[in-house]
């Protein structure tokens, strides 16, 4: 039996093939004094249901993102080292914090394994070895449960729900913050909630778009 997310509590969304979701993990000393739920999500099923075209698909948009991401590494100290390959399949270690229901600590060493290490989790050896490093050596055999793969796809299908379209993303006082860059402005809406209320942010928040959809070429 799978389990729900509990909207009521505060969220953060991630998947381990984000570089900039572990760019944000690395700085969690600086995120609201809130205990976030670690929620482990498919980022490639938030795009194929929002009709996202992943960045890393565009060509020049691909090299910006990886050259921006160590960027901000550099920028920010934080050790950072891109696996051999990216996008790379993400679902072992997803499936593995599934089982773990992972905390921080956790999800954090998995993330470090890939972003710091600059290790490809989804080969035989490597996952094994990223199992063991966890605690949890029985982790290739834990990931073949259907049970895990149920409670993942429950996972990505609620932050679908809640309308969650990327990684990383928050969820406070029920509004999303999506992104790396979007910290500021999480911790400035835990401080000043009423902000989201003031009426400015209202009327942008439900401008009408100004152009009507472009039928699809056939």
């Given amino acids: 039996m799978t389990v729900g997310i509990d909207a009521k509590q505060p969220l953060w969304f991630y998947d381990f093939v984000s570089p ?3 760019l944000l993990l690395e700085q969690h000393d600086k995120w609201p004094g809130f205990d976030f739920v670690f929620t482990p ?11 996202q075209r992943p ?17 901000r590494a550099e920028q920010l100290g934080i050790p950072y080292k891109m696996p051999p390959a990216h996008p790379f399949d993400s679902m072992k270690p ?18 470090r394994f890939i972003w710091r290490e600059g290790r490809d989790p989804s080969s035989d050896a490597a ?6 490093r966890v605690g949890m050596p029985d982790g290739p055999e834990l990931i073949r449960s259907a049970a ?6 429950r996972n990505t299908a ?17 509004q999303l913050f999506w992104g790396e860059d979007a910290l500021p402005m999480v911790l400035y809406c ?7 209320e003031s009426g400015e942010v209202k009327r942008i928040s439900s401008l009408p778009s100004g152009v009507s959809e472009k039928p699809a070429l056939e």
């Fill in 127 to 132: 996952f094994a070895e990223l199992c063991d």
């Fill in 94 to 111: 997803l499936l593995l914090a599934t089982a773990a229901d992972g905390d921080i600590n956790f999800v954090r060493e998995i993330f």
């Fill in 20 to 22: 900039f979701t572990y």
């Fill in 148 to 153: 895990v793969m149920a409670q993942l796809q």
């Fill in 190 to 196: 835990a401080r000043t909630p009423n902000w989201l």
């Fill in 41 to 51: 999500v498919v980022l490639n099923d938030l795009y194929d249901h929002w009709g």
């Fill in 158 to 174: 609620d932050a679908i729900g809640l309308g969650v379209y990327g990684v990383p993303t928050f969820r406070l006082n029920d």
């Fill in 55 to 71: 960045a890393y698909s565009v060509p020049a948009k691909r090299t910006f993102m990886y050259r921006h991401a160590l960027f």
